[in-house]
């Protein structure tokens, strides 16, 4: 067997948060220090709200200081209740939302290629208690939007996207942020683009910004009208400045990262057992993640295996998303839950691990990991 490849003297993470120079974020900061205003609504805030809007192509957006709070606000908005049909392969904050608006979450099974919940897993699960689909962008691969907003038109059903994955991604050159009812986008320091903490709706009509705005300030029409059970989900000063500074270089950011996916690619494709994870056609890539499928058969390792073995090399993977949300004991009693009903879910669950992507990685260290990879596999 070949020598092992060389272990990182540092740990590399699946992602490290994209800091523009500190004096940008410290020029902009300057000016909210002469403003005094830190919260509500600033000028940072309202500048913010309108680029990304832009840089979204999304009809109306809304500011928050998260994303489980902008999720959790557009059901508010939309009225939700009963039950509402989601997916299993997510992150946790999904179906909490659901149970936070005292909702029961049911899971629908996901397509083997792209992850998601699709028309035809979703409608036989349809009952008189549904209101809702809430859908999630896994990895940035969208949902079949137009499939399921003509479905949820059918049954009479709001759609809900969560597209925390989903920063820049366009299908057939239409953005996410203008499908369904809303679409939530995360801006925490994981993500591609972020405000340390924040998070994003992009909704479909004025009247619906309107009621999201007022929800997220607890309801405060004016100085003496609250007209709406509300919630604090405002983004602050600090957050919207750090958020203009890096969306000035998300660009750059993205454009390097295709360059690293091409190594991925170019090293990883041909190993037998393993696949890079690609957009379909039509798609524009966010370039959030970059996920692997280990077929443990094929492979001689399973992805667990392979997940475990990186570590010896500092190389930090993660097993996104395992275990599924319908898994946790919290969900795990609902008839939606049982494996059986899920069993693509659990299979994809068993073979996804997020390498490494970001710019700040070299190209060396993009073809030492790979080294990695397929010394891992032959042990």
């Known amino acids: 067997m070949a020598s092992p490849p060389l272990t990182f003297e540092r740990p590399i993470y699946v992602t490290r948060p994209l800091l523009p120079p500190l ?38 957006l809304s500011l928050f200081n998260n994303g489980t709070v902008a999720l959790i606000v557009a059901c508010q908005a ?47 699960l349809i009952t008189g208690a549904t209101s809702a689909v809430l859908g999630v962008h896994v990895y940035g691969i969208p949902c079949d939007v137009r499939g399921i907003d003509r479905l949820a038109r059918t049954h009479g059903l709001r759609v809900v996207y969560d597209g925390a994955h989903a920063f820049g991604t366009t299908v057939d050159g239409e953005p996410i942020a203008r499908f369904g009812d809303a679409t939530m986008f995360s801006f925490h320091a994981t993500k591609l683009f972020h405000t340390a903490e924040g998070g994003a709706l992009a909704v479909r009509d004025a009247d619906l910004k309107a ?21 604090n989900g405002k983004m602050n000063e600090l957050q919207a400045a750090l958020g203009r500074v890096v969306l000035r270089r998300v660009e750059a950011e993205r454009a390097r990262r295709a360059q690293i996916a091409a190594i991925y690619r170019q090293r990883l494709t041909a190993v037998p057992g393993l696949r890079v994870v690609a957009m379909p056609p039509g798609v524009t890539d966010s370039h959030q993640y970059l996920i692997l499928r280990v077929n443990a058969q094929a492979a001689g390792c399973s992805r667990d295996t392979l997940h475990a073995r990186l570590q010896r090399f500092n190389i930090v993977t993660r097993k996104y998303f395992h275990p599924l949300c319908s898994q946790y004991g919290c969900y795990r009693h609902l008839p939606s839950a049982r494996p059986e009903n899920l069993p693509n879910a659990h299979r994809v669950a068993a073979e996804v691990l997020s390498l490494p992507y970001y710019g700040g990685l070299s190209d060396d260290d993009v073809h030492r990991i790979c080294d990695a990879v397929g010394y891992s596999l032959k042990q």
């Open 23 to 60: 004096a940008e974020l410290t020029a902009e900061l300057e000016k909210v220090w002469a403003s005094g205003w830190l919260a509500n609504g600033g000028e940072q805030h309202v500048a913010l709200e309108g680029e990304l809007a832009a840089w979204l192509g999304a009809p109306h």
């Open 78 to 124: 939309l009225r939700v209740a009963g039950e509402v049909i989601t997916s299993p392969f997510t992150f946790p904050a999904t179906p909490h939302v659901l149970s936070w608006n005292n909702v029961t979450p049911v899971f629908a099974d996901i397509d083997l290629e792209t992850m998601t919940i699709t028309p035809a897993t979703i409608e036989p």
């Open 211 to 231: 009621r999201v705005d007022l929800l997220k300030n607890f309801g405060i029409k004016n100085e003496e009208e609250v007209v709406l059970p509300g919630i």
